[in-house]
């Protein structure tokens, strides 16, 4: 398996380079897209190990630049990560691909690792952010949302369903939560319970209040939870901060794709 020399002569910000290996795992062209899949080399498979693309940008022949489809969501992994692009008019050979990988170790002791508890015992419609991180990010917000509050935000949305004859309760979701990241903090709800897996659920919604921008995401976990399983929902949150994420610059030519 190739592997990646970390670029030489890349000007170090504030947020220091990783000195990681990143590897190419695999690229293949399928029946509508071309799917590429990195990891990165000796990383625990773990929710304290995370990695998604920062930036990232695949040629094909000729250096035509390919068009991410948007089919695969750019979130933080524990194990590979992968990005999809349209099939070109030519069959591809090969593939180059150029960016940045982040690395992310949330931790307590980093003030990016914090244990909100159970559902049951934390206030709701409220930000539940730590203060010492608003001071530096005011304008995060995270919060477990009632579904009293959603049902009034997302009044237009229902009425909306309603005129096309589909029934909209948000009582059918196990789970509502509300979050504004910035450009320098994602943050990232983490369900122990779940495998420590960040994409979970099925049939999750997400919603968008345009009066303050605060993005509402409705999971359901699994079929008929009873509202005290809603209650005992085990919640954690990771937050981005420059102490707790490396960049990882990868540069490959030449990748050979598998048809």
């Given at each position: ?151 009034n935000i997302f ?30 903090r994602e943050i ?36 008929s939870m009873t ?33």
């Amino acid at each position: 398996m190739k592997k990646l020399f970390l670029l030489a002569g890349i000007s170090l910000s504030a947020c220091l380079y990783s000195q990681q290996n990143i590897l190419f795992d695999r690229a293949g062209q399928y029946f509508d897209f071309i799917e590429l899949s990195f990891k990165m080399e000796n990383k625990p498979n773990s929710k304290f190990h995370l990695i998604k693309f920062d930036t990232i940008t695949a040629t094909g022949k000729k250096d035509n630049v390919l068009i991410d489809n948007h089919d695969a969501e750019n979130i933080y992994r524990k194990a590979n990560i992968l990005v999809r692009y349209e099939v070109s008019k030519e069959q591809m050979k090969s593939v180059n691909a150029v960016g940045i990988i982040k690395y992310f170790n949330p931790s307590k002791d980093q003030n990016s690792y914090f244990v909100l508890g159970k559902v049951k015992e934390v206030k709701k419609d409220v930000n539940l952010i730590d203060k010492n991180v608003l001071a530096k990010s005011p304008k995060l917000y995270f919060g477990i949302v009632s579904v009293e509050s959603a049902s009034n935000i997302f009044k237009e949305f229902i009425n909306y369903k309603m005129n096309k004859g589909e029934k909209v309760d948000f009582n059918n979701y196990d789970l509502i939560i509300a979050r504004t990241d910035d450009k320098k903090r994602e943050i990232i709800p983490v369900i122990p319970t779940m495998n420590d897996e960040l994409d979970y659920g099925y049939n999750n919604i997400t919603l968008k209040d345009p009066k303050t921008g605060i993005i509402y995401k409705f999971y359901k976990l699994r079929q008929s939870m009873t509202a005290e399983e809603r209650g005992n929902i085990p919640l954690e949150l990771f937050i981005e901060n420059e102490e707790s994420v490396q960049k990882v610059p990868f540069d490959f030519k030449n990748f050979q794709v598998k048809q």
